[in-house]
């Protein structure tokens, strides 16, 4: 990875944990405020993106579909895309 994204907080000078589990705790306590879903996903990515093929995985996420009807996406496009950022 040649850059560091922005909400990468463990990664850069001055932010860590705890600025990262304040502004995850914002986020709930506003979606909370406003009556909104929350969707959370946690990936500990250290060990499982040094073992697999990259470009195939990203391919198997984009053509599952859900079970209910074979054109819709299982991951929508908004994840597949954090997931490759994340990479």
């Known amino acids: 990875m040649t850059s560091t994204r922005r909400l990468q907080g463990g990664f850069q000078d001055g932010l860590g944990c705890i600025m990262t589990s304040f502004s995850l705790r914002e986020c709930l306590n506003y979606s ?11 990936l500990d990515a250290r060990q499982a993106f040094a073992r ?8 198997k996420l984009s053509s599952l579909t859900s079970g209910d ?15 490759r950022d994340m990479y």
């Open 32 to 42: 909370r405020e406003h009556s909104s879903p929350v969707y959370m996903c946690f």
């Open 69 to 83: 009807d074979a054109h819709t996406p299982a991951i929508d496009a908004n994840s597949l895309v954090a997931f």
């Open 52 to 59: 697999v093929w990259h470009d195939g995985l990203f391919y």
